[in-house]
């Protein structure tokens, strides 16, 4: 038992550690998997570290102890980096130049889980919470024409969806949205996945590029996964050279701030909704559970934007849970 408890020890830091590597080295099986677990890993730790002193190893289980603590305080960590991420120094540099008065969009992303999600309720959230840019992933026709069916364009007039390929993870993705858009294509960044579908919207003054995203899942292919969540950074530049142009980018990520490769999208450039607000974690998957849940659906913004009010929503027949988000655009003169 001694020894089992030490090898236990080891491991949990080894596991731990994998948090810790360089973005894009992680896209290997079961490490995808493991890291998403690890803000969860105190439990077992403490069971184990309690066991160890049960049994008088000390030593053992002060390192049990510990690894626990450590798993907790690292993700406190990754959240307060989250917090602080390049576009703070960005809006501030720009406060010259923008009013105080801003105009907001309330925003919805969703994974519809092959198509299955409740045109009915997604309805009524977006009615309840008056959402003006709605982004779905695994979407299927058959989802659209039951959105149709319930309304959907009667509030949501303007739509634009990625090209449908057998590929596809799950589905494709859609976006839509209540503010007639100056631009849409079908896919504004290639990545290994879904086409990414985007709308330019004029909100004060400044262009808001929206986009719709569903890297793959590391069981579909790890390398495609992290090439996918590495490859929405170049969405950032799009906000780099024009003091008016903002970007948005919605949806399941399939990670969160514990693995590397979607910290790498916070250090190009892209905040995120839950981490600004910083009001603790808004984990959406699995929905059918109320403890434990990971973060997985995201609200990603560049520059300026500002996030709050952000919490999840349940949708019957996903196995996500919807995430809503108000965002904030001063007036730029």
Request: glycine share 6%.
């Amino acid at each position: 038992m001694t020894i089992a408890l030490m090898v236990a020890a080891v491991l949990a830091w080894c596991w731990i550690a994998l948090s810790c590597l360089p973005a894009g080295t992680e896209a290997h099986m079961p490490m995808p998997y493991l890291i998403a677990l690890i803000p969860l890993l105190w439990v077992p730790l403490v069971a184990l570290g309690a066991l160890a002193a049960w049994f008088h190893v000390w030593g053992t289980a002060c390192c049990l102890l510990a690894a626990a603590i450590a798993s907790v305080l690292r993700r406190a960590q990754y959240r307060k980096i989250g917090r602080e991420t390049p576009h703070e120094t960005q809006i501030s540099t720009r406060e010259t130049q923008c009013e105080t008065a801003s105009d907001t969009l309330r925003v919805m992303t969703l994974n519809c889980r092959y198509g299955r999600a409740d045109a009915g309720i997604i309805m009524r959230h977006i009615r309840e919470r008056d959402i003006d840019v709605l982004a779905l992933q695994e979407v299927t026709d058959a989802l659209i024409v039951r959105l149709n069916e319930a309304g959907i364009r009667d509030t949501l007039p303007h739509c634009q969806t990625g090209t449908p390929h057998e590929d596809d993870n799950g589905g494709y993705n859609a976006l839509f949205s209540r503010i007639e858009p100056a631009a849409t294509i079908p896919n504004v960044v290639d990545i290994p996945a879904a086409e990414v579908p985007a709308m330019t919207l004029g909100v004060g003054g400044r262009n808001l590029t929206v986009a719709s995203a569903h890297p793959k899942s590391p069981m579909r292919g790890c390398t495609q996964w992290s090439a996918g969540i590495r490859g929405l950074s170049a969405l950032a530049a799009r906000a780099r050279d024009d003091e008016r142009d903002d970007v948005a980018v919605m949806g399941d990520l399939n990670s969160s701030i514990e693995h590397p490769s979607f910290r790498a999208l916070l250090t190009a450039g892209l905040s995120d909704a839950s981490l600004a607000q910083g009001a603790g974690p808004a984990p959406t998957f699995p929905s059918w559970l109320k403890w434990p849940r990971i973060e997985l659906d995201h609200v990603l913004f560049t520059r300026g934007v500002r996030a709050s009010d952000v919490r999840p929503l349940a949708v019957a027949g996903s196995d996500h849970l919807a995430l809503v988000a108000t965002l904030s655009l001063p007036h730029c003169r």
